[in-house]
């Protein structure tokens, strides 16, 4: 199984940038799908990005589309969400998820507030 980890929450202003990391252990990392996903206050968890095993092929939620970017570090076994042009509703506890044939492996989450 893959161990799921993630890091670089914080507060930001709204305009400003933050990159998310994933620690993502585990000798098959790179036969996994990676995801990103949010959930705000109240609300259910929403998907945001995806990116596919081979690095190649990405999927964006509409709403961060062109702001957000996914990328992965097979060498270091992390995946990343660059989110640039932050608004106050993109806060929300940010979650990263791996997936190969089976149940989905969750990380603990990550706090993301973005003021005014």
């Known amino acids: 199984q893959v161990q799921v980890v993630e890091s670089g929450g914080g507060t930001v202003q709204a305009g400003g940038s933050l990159t998310l990391s994933c620690a993502a252990s585990g000798r098959t990392f790179s036969r996994y799908v990676m995801s990103w996903f949010r959930q705000a206050p109240g609300k259910g968890r929403e998907f945001v990005a995806t990116?596919?095993?081979?690095?190649?092929?990405?999927n964006y939620a509409d709403s961060v589309m062109g702001r957000f970017t996914i990328s992965r570090d097979y060498a270091k076994n992390l995946v990343y969400l660059q989110m640039n042009s932050l608004k106050p509703e993109d806060t929300a506890v940010y979650y990263c998820?791996?997936?190969?044939?089976?149940?989905?492996?969750w990380g603990q989450g990550t706090q993301v507030t973005v003021s005014s």
């Open positions: 998820r791996a997936t190969m044939n089976s149940s989905p492996y």
């Open positions: 990116l596919s095993a081979s690095g190649y092929t990405t």
